[in-house]
């Protein structure tokens, strides 16, 4: 019997050991997917100016970022390996309403590369703050 259309099968080795496989019935490689890498700021967590550190394991595109703020409010910038990404970076972030904007270009990395979220600009204690890097993986 054969799964259901976007189930996969896992096959465990003898010592636990997962093997992928490439037909019908197995599990697939997950080339394409999408993943949110997020940093949070909880109530009572001050946001200060600082560097937030990601290391992609795989290569893929950032294709947007979503952002919220509960007080006070901040800048942030995307960056891969100390560039800016394009249309995400000097973004005001000073609402507790999640905004989401699209990253337009030089958006791609590769495995290893450093990706980080730039904060600067702080004001007024901002505090209850999600950032979150929506990226999808291409190898």
Known sequence: MQ???????????ASGTV?????????PSFIA?????????PTGTTVSNSTVYLYAPWAGTINSVDYRVGTGSFTLALQIAGSNVTSCNALTVNSATKTNTACTAANTFTAGQLITIVITGVASSPSDAYVGVNMTRTS
């Not at 093997?19 to 599990?27: D, E, I, K, L, V």
């Open 19 to 27: 093997f992928q496989g490439t037909g019908a019935g197995t599990c």
């Open 33 to 41: 997917a999408t993943s949110t890498w997020p940093a949070n700021w």
């Open 3 to 13: 799964p259901e259309h976007g189930v996969a099968t896992i096959t465990l080795g």
